[in-house]
């Protein structure tokens, strides 16, 4: 089961796949990207998920793209709620230019996809494109707008083989 918007996977077995959402991780990382997550959690903040709960579903993720030959190379939180003004909390930049620095990522050459717009406007003031998963943008411009995580990882790696 997977939780409705705005509640909180509480445990590594609330954590579910959206459809097609492995087999276009692995699409990417076969595409030579460096694949890292990025997430605001101010639950954990608000005491409804714990640390070791995230370390779970991590250890879920790597598990189930195990058998398609990939993995997520790093995790990063933002823990704070919205009105601390963190510099990691998306829409700032900060775990996406933390990553880049950990992973000798190239940044203008990524892309951070997600499914906000908070995610789109992090990318882009890290230097990124963007792909905005799900709907349309409203006061946003991602480079990629695409229903699905499938769809985006199509429409990327199509356009990384006409470069």
């Known amino acids: 089961m997977r939780p409705r918007k705005h509640e909180y996977v509480r ?4 954590f579910a796949w959206l459809p097609g959402a492995r ?3 692995s699409r990417l990382a076969r595409a030579g990207f460096a ?5 605001n959690q101010r639950g954990v903040a608000r005491g409804l998920v714990t640390r070791h709960t995230l370390s779970e579903v991590e250890v879920r993720i790597q598990r189930d793209l195990r058998p398609l030959g990939c993995s997520i190379a790093a995790f990063r939180y933002c823990p704070h709620e919205a009105h601390e003004e963190c510099e990691c ?3 700032r930049p900060g775990m996406l230019l933390e990553l880049a620095a950990a992973l000798d990522v190239d940044l203008p050459s990524s892309w951070m996809v997600g499914d906000a ?6 990318g882009a003031a890290a230097g990124c494109r963007t792909a905005l998963i799900g709907g349309a943008a ?5 480079d990629v707008v695409a229903a699905s995580l499938a769809d985006a990882s199509a429409l990327i790696t199509a356009e990384l083989a006409t470069a």
């Open 11 to 14: 445990s590594a077995g609330d």
């Open 117 to 122: 717009e908070t995610d789109v406007l992090a």
């Open 35 to 39: 694949l890292a997550v990025v997430s």
């Open 138 to 142: 409203q006061g946003v411009r991602p």
């Open 89 to 91: 909390r998306k829409p």
């Open 23 to 25: 087999d276009a991780i």
